[in-house]
């Protein structure tokens, strides 16, 4: 099975290319962080302190969570409601970045994503997909970017959307505490796994790094 693993900070671009590459290449999309944000957001909404591990383990007890698919990609569905039209805002990032570092958390969302590499080729991202989720993944890209670059291109993502966020300098900082937050916890802290290929985007458009990406599974996939 060909599994690709892509990690890497938020906001660099990773989704995007992830669910291009998947397109040309025939290739599952999966997108972890969706299934973290899902949990924060309705952990939140119930009024969980979801920095809380007690509080945070005994909630998601209550939830059942469900990945399927449309026209326009992924979707995570929780206690039978899809939750993808809320979830992709700047706060439910933070949320997501939060309730991420409980053990439980992980081993929920882990035993859905690794199901779905079992049943399809996919390329994946997360945090840990080339670390902890996939290790024997054939392909590993670290993609990652300036956090000034990434702070610019989440702004426009966020604008395009017309979804709500502050100016340019509230989402970088935003990004740089989560950075902090993904790097420095506990478990399955976001690092480049040792045989990953590093790549930077701050200077290259999205064609170019799709065009990276691709030529990189065309060489695994010889
Ligand atoms: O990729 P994203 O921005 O949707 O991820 C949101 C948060 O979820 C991220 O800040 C940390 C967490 N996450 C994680 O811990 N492990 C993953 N594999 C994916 C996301």
């Known amino acids: 099975m060909l599994n690709v693993a892509i990690d890497g900070p938020g906001g660099a671009g990773k989704s995007t290319v992830a669910k291009l590459c998947a397109v040309k290449k025939g290739l599952h999309y999966v997108d972890s962080g969706a299934l973290y944000r899902a ?64 053990g439980p958390v992980r081993d929920k969302v882990n035993a859905i994503i690794r199901q779905t590499a079992e049943n399809y080729p996919v390329i994946m991202d997360g945090r840990d997909i080339g670390t902890v989720v996939l290790p024997d993944a054939p392909l590993k890209i670290y993609i990652t970017a300036s956090s000034e670059e990434r702070a610019r291109r989440r702004l426009l993502e966020l604008e395009k959307a017309g979804k709500p966020h502050g100016t340019l300098e509230d989402v970088q900082r935003e990004i740089e505490e989560r950075d902090y937050r993904d790097m420095h916890r506990e478990i399955a802290p976001l690092k480049q796994a040792e045989d990953a290929i590093l790549l930077d985007t701050t200077h290259l458009s999205l064609d170019e790094v799709v065009e990276k990406v691709c030529i990189m599974i065309d060489e695994v996939n010889k």
């Open 39 to 102: 949990i924060g957001y309705c952990l939140d909404g119930q009024g969980v302190n979801i920095e809380d591990a007690a509080a945070v383990a005994a909630g998601l007890d209550e939830l059942s969570l469900r990945i399927f698919y449309a026209e326009d990609g992924q979707h995570v569905e929780v206690n039978g409601t899809d939750v993808s039209p809320f979830i992709r805002t700047v706060e439910v990032g933070a949320m997501a970045s939060k309730v991420s570092v409980h």
